[in-house]
């Protein structure tokens, strides 16, 4: 039987409920249960595919190509579950749905609300795809409260009703602030917060209590008494120095023992944490450091590059190193020489990411030459891979090369896919259509080349599988010259069609990726890539 851990948050917004759900998740996994982790998400977008960076972080994207939101990678990352696109819905998602069933003609007249259909729909979604599993938790984002996030509320209090008795448990994340004008914790907040949620019909069995400071034993008491919890399940969730320390402090605090008495569960293995201990003791004891340049567009925001960051601490732990991330904006370069060397001499690596638009694309293929021309290790992601070709191909005499995202060009070195081929077939697009989940999406095979530097990366594999996110493509056509200059194409598509991956044999790290390799790194199983990338970066340091 699986059962339900719906997770709330209160008082304020970014809590850290994904991370608390990735968490939980990683500990009941430890006990060895099957998990799976689902956000609802109350906005109405269809998803985050077509939201900005700086609203909303980066677009996680699934094996099975749904554009999520950030808080799976936060599951994956922690549990090494691959996400599906049953695992996020959004508001939009629900009603476009519906509206669509509506006009088909699916109610035979009958009045469309927000309950039963709404909710119905919501039940429909967290109650697909469970029956090989122990524990589903499904998120709630935004905060109880919002007006967005009610028909979700009202769906979990359903569920609590019609499912049986011990098969769910609610969760709830709230804020214990700390005034240091009166030297004090004030549990006022959380009180306000779970009378909210309980005029919502939903009582919360645990509360996980975030904080700054200690939560005193009398304070633990009081938001038990007015809450109406026990006092074991007022759990305190101090600020922790990483991420990756999380799961075993909630451990310590008791977290995953007050789920499993809530389930009425006696006979729960000890959990195996040396999967953790071995995450954390590579974290925090590195045996050097490097520093790497990640020139990008987002830079403002670190969550638009959230799994891009995990994944250069991952290479860290890979070759036990502290990984320094410096952020560096893409438009600083432009037309100045004398900056692009100040920012970029100092590095032992250089990173160009994925991103959209031509924005910061001149400073890109300034870094990617200053990494061609100083032997500075290099890596290529998504766009970061097709300025390396821009740059080859500029560097091999076409001087107006470029990409027609960017406008016209009569050197079209990169160029909008149109149509490719997937296991359902042919897919098409077109230039001017619709921007949401239009683009190549998910998991792609791709065919390297037996004696290249990328499948020694990948440890002799000649067959990878990688996730995309792209509209365009390096266009094949200028094969032949990029390799004549020394960019060789170590990875294509098995038809032979679209380039997946591009190195310089004569360079000491010189790899560009079609593909996101971040989305599948893990802090207990680094991808291959980042390892590589901070090893050859380690190397540099050794240099200068």
């Known amino acids: 039987m ?28 430890a006990r060895g249960y099957k998990v799976r982790i689902r956000k609802f998400d109350p906005y109405l977008n269809v998803d985050p595919g077509t939201m900005s960076p700086y609203q909303h972080g980066e677009v996680y994207v699934t094996d099975d190509g749904a554009e999520t939101d950030l808080d799976l990678g936060h599951y994956e990352r922690f549990t090494g579950v691959s996400a599906r696109q049953s695992d996020n819905v959004t508001s939009g998602r629900i009603y476009r749905d519906i509206i669509a069933r509506e006009r088909r003609g699916d109610y035979l007249g009958a009045t469309v609300q927000v309950i039963p259909h709404v909710t119905d729909a919501i039940k429909e979604f967290a109650l697909a795809d469970v029956d090989d599993l122990d524990f589903i938790l499904c998120e709630i984002g935004g905060t109880v409260g919002d007006i967005e996030s009610l028909p979700f509320m009202e769906a979990i209090r359903q569920l609590r009703n019609e499912l049986e008795p011990m098969q769910t448990l609610s969760v709830h994340v709230t804020l214990v602030p700390y005034i240091a004008a009166a030297g004090e914790l004030k549990t006022k907040p959380t009180q306000h917060s779970v009378r909210e949620l309980a005029s919502l019909g939903i009582k919360p069995d645990i ?5 700054e400071h200690p939560l005193p034993e009398g304070e633990r008491l009081k938001i ?38 809530g389930f009425g569960i006696t006979d729960a293995r000890e959990p195996d944490l040396s999967r953790w201990d071995d995450v954390t003791d590579r974290y925090f004891n590195p045996e050097g450091e490097v520093t790497i340049g990640v020139v990008g567009k987002y830079v403002g925001l670190q969550d638009a590059y959230k799994s891009l960051n995990e994944a250069l601490v991952h290479g860290g732990m890979a070759n036990r190193v502290k990984v320094n991330i410096r952020w560096i904006d893409a438009e600083v370069f432009e037309g100045n020489e004398a900056d692009i060397v100040a920012e ?20 890109k293929i300034a870094s990617v030459r200053f990494a061609r021309e100083r032997n500075v290790p290099f890596f290529g992601i998504c766009l970061g891979m097709q300025m390396a070709c821009i740059e080859g191909a500029r560097a091999s005499g076409h001087a107006s090369a470029s990409s027609t995202e960017f ?38 095979d791709a065919v390297l080349s037996p004696d290249s530097r990328v499948s020694s990366v990948y440890g002799g594999d000649t067959n990878i599988s990688e996730r ?77």
């Not at 509360?207 to 904080?211: A, D, G, N, T, V």
């Not at 970029?344 to 160009?352: A, D, Q």
């Not at 149509?419 to 999406?441: H, P």
């Open 2 to 29: 699986a059962r339900y851990i719906f997770i709330t948050g209160g008082v304020v917004s970014s809590l850290g409920k994904g991370l608390m759900a990735a968490s939980l998740a990683a500990l009941l996994q």
């Open 207 to 211: 509360l996980l209590c975030r904080s």
């Open 224 to 261: 038990a008494q007015f809450c109406n919890v026990r006092a074991e399940a007022v759990i305190q969730a101090l600020d922790a120095p990483s991420i990756y320390s999380v799961p075993l402090q909630y451990h310590r605090e008791g977290l995953d023992s007050e789920v499993l008495r």
């Open 344 to 363: 970029l001499e100092p590095l032992h690596g250089i990173l160009v990411p994925g991103g959209f638009g031509e924005r910061g694309s001149e400073g």
């Open 407 to 444: 406008g016209e060009t009569n050197e079209p070195v990169v160029g909008i896919i149109t149509e490719w081929m997937t296991q359902e077939g042919l897919q098409k697009r077109e230039a001017g259509g619709d921007l949401g989940g239009t683009m190549r999406l998910g998991a792609y």
């Open 468 to 544: 995309h996110r792209h509209r365009y493509e390096v266009n094949v056509a200028y094969r032949d010259d990029l390799e004549n200059q020394g960019l060789v194409f170590s990875g294509i598509s098995p038809d032979g069609l679209l380039p997946e991956i591009v190195e310089r044999p004569d360079h000491p790290w010189f790899i560009g990726v079609q593909f996101h390799p971040e989305l599948k790194s893990k802090p207990f199983e680094p991808h291959p890539l980042f390892a590589g990338f901070v090893a050859a970066a380690v190397d540099q340091s050794r240099l200068v």
